[in-house]
């Protein structure tokens, strides 16, 4: 497993690197973040044993199709375009694919759309990967129906959120051959935005323990993003190991 934290800027960049991440997660979340990665950017960032992936910008009105058309889709585009020049493969993008909130009309149109933004991605040798934001897996099956190998972050904190049980679960039952990529935080559940707190991992109720085991059952091994303040990242590291550890090694006792 490959351990990485979020990059805002290129001090976030030296602290991955001096405490041993193997990647950062630029967060590419507007014009003014696409301008500082391409003045500051230095390919010398990327190496064997510390590489870089990104993270796109919020999607807006979600319930807007003149926002989708005519400020999302080209912000996206511009965001593939500099996870391009920073050397990343990798662009984690929002586009909320909920039928409790979002229309079917719209729902149709995002998919039409997302199938443009896979496409001009693949070409530039970037994979997109679509996150959960409060989808089941259902939801994300009709978002990815029409893309040969649609690529899923995994957002393991937002799976608790809107729902009686983490929705990661079966996620990975029923998606584990698309999912490239994985976000971890902790929450105490709840209804909204304001539930979604970012807590270090062990602070909140998230079965990391039984989610991990229906990763690595599925055969993920993979990158993993602590999305935390820089001094959580540490402590919340140790914890994520241990319990891969761990479940690895119940996982392997059970076919000795």
């Given at each position: 497993?490959?351990?990485?934290?979020?990059?805002?800027?290129?001090?976030?960049?030296?602290?991955?690197?001096?405490?041993?991440?193997?990647?950062?997660?630029?967060?590419?979340?507007?014009?003014?973040?696409?301008?500082?990665?391409?003045?500051?950017?230095?390919?010398?960032?990327n190496s064997r044993e510390f590489h870089l992936v990104a993270?796109?910008?919020?999607?807006?009105?979600?319930n807007s199709l003149d926002n989708l058309l005519k400020n999302y889709c080209p912000?996206?585009?511009?965001?593939?375009?500099?996870?391009?020049?920073?050397?990343?493969?990798?662009?984690?993008?929002?586009l909320w694919m909920d039928?409790?909130?979002?229309s079917q009309k719209l729902l149709h149109e995002k998919r039409s759309a997302l199938e443009r933004l896979f496409v001009y991605a693949q070409e530039?040798?970037?994979?997109?990967?679509?996150?959960?934001?409060s989808?089941?897996?259902?939801?994300?099956?009709?978002?990815?129906?029409?893309?040969?190998?649609?690529?899923i972050t995994l957002d393991i904190g937002h799976g608790q959120l809107l729902t009686t049980s983490n929705r990661a679960f079966d996620i990975i039952e029923r998606l584990a051959s698309n999912v490239r990529h994985v976000h971890v935080h902790?929450?105490?559940?709840?209804?909204?935005?304001?539930?979604?707190?970012?807590l270090p991992v062990g602070d909140g109720i998230i079965d990391f323990e039984g989610i991990i085991g229906s990763l690595l059952s599925s055969g993920y091994d993979n990158t993993m993003t602590l999305e935390l303040k820089r001094h959580e990242l540490d402590?919340?590291?140790?914890k994520l190991i241990q319990i891969v550890d761990r479940v690895r090694a119940d996982l392997v006792a059970k076919f000795l």
């Open positions: 497993m490959l351990y990485g934290g979020h990059a805002r800027n290129l001090d976030d960049i030296t602290f991955l690197r001096d405490h041993h991440f193997d990647f950062g997660e630029v967060i590419l979340d507007g014009p003014d973040s696409r301008v500082y990665w391409g003045d500051k950017y230095n390919p010398r960032i993270h796109g910008p919020h999607e807006g009105d979600p912000a996206l585009e511009a965001t593939i375009d500099t996870t391009v020049m920073i050397g990343a493969n990798l662009l984690t993008a929002h039928p409790r909130f979002v530039r040798g970037v994979i997109l990967s679509l996150e959960n934001l989808e089941s897996a259902s939801d994300m099956e009709f978002a990815l129906s029409n893309i040969p190998n649609g690529s902790d929450n105490s559940g709840g209804n909204g935005v304001k539930d979604d707190l970012h402590v919340s590291r140790i």
